[in-house]
């Protein structure tokens, strides 16, 4: 009676072990977007900073890797006018390769290569809302890190181009990207020539070869 416990718990133990192990092998997959959402976005719907709305955007996707955003009809304060007009933010994410939800495949068998993964995460007129999920988005061909928090804001960028002469009853298009040296920002005044691009912190201006990149 005793072996045939012990053969039986082994069993048991055996077929447990396996069924976890069937589970853990499964890869993360993709959920059907949530509805839009406006808890915390600050100044909505008239008045939304696209960097506090930052964290919103977060809180909607699984992917952690931000790639950058645009912000189009930024008023010279930094806001984004979200009521009525062209006013609106896209904010792009993946992840690290092989990591958050990935494509359906059997349990036990490998991928056929590492994913990225792409999300895109709108701020428009009915607040925050994800785009349907991408799980077999290929990694970048050049691995890059992914962007820092901005250390300055839409508002900083805009100060720069009244500095330089750009009107501040216009709306700009701001992105915030990876540039060829690093975290940056795009300035367009659509129709004007004032258009430049800073480093991430705003502390100085980027020369055209600095500035090469955009927001995926």
């Keep these: 009676m005793l072996g045939l416990v012990i053969v039986a718990v082994t069993f048991l133990a055996t077929l447990s072990l396996s069924w976890w192990a069937k589970v853990?092998?499964?890869p993360e997959v993709s959920e059907p977007p949530g509805p839009p959402t406006t808890?915390?976005?600050?100044?909505?719907?008239?008045?939304v900073d696209p960097v506090q709305a930052l964290a919103v955007a977060r809180s909607v996707t699984k992917r952690s890797v931000l790639r950058g955003f645009v912000a189009e009809a930024v008023a010279s304060d930094g806001t984004v006018d979200l009521s009525e007009g062209p006013g609106r933010v896209r904010y792009s994410f993946q992840?690290?390769?092989g990591e958050g939800p990935q494509p359906p495949r059997e349990p036990g068998t490998l991928a056929r290569r590492l994913y990225c993964g792409r999300q895109n995460v709108h701020l428009r007129k009915e607040g925050m809302v994800a785009d349907p999920?991408?799980?077999?988005y290929p990694c970048p061909a050049r691995p890059t890190d992914a962007l820092p928090e901005p250390r300055c804001g839409t508002r900083d960028v805009w100060r720069h181009a009244i500095a330089r002469g750009?009107?501040?009853?216009?709306?700009?298009?701001i992105e915030?990207?990876?540039?060829r040296v690093g975290p940056a920002w795009r300035f367009e005044l659509p129709g004007t020539p004032h258009r430049f691009s800073l480093y991430g912190d705003c502390g100085r201006r980027l020369t055209p070869p600095e500035s090469i990149g955009a927001a995926p």
């Design 95 to 97: 992840s690290l390769p």
């Design 166 to 173: 750009a009107r501040s009853d216009r709306l700009a298009r």
């Design 39 to 47: 808890e915390g976005l600050e100044g909505y719907p008239t008045d």
């Design 24 to 26: 853990e092998s499964r």
């Design 133 to 136: 999920d991408i799980p077999d």
């Design 176 to 179: 915030y990207y990876r540039a």
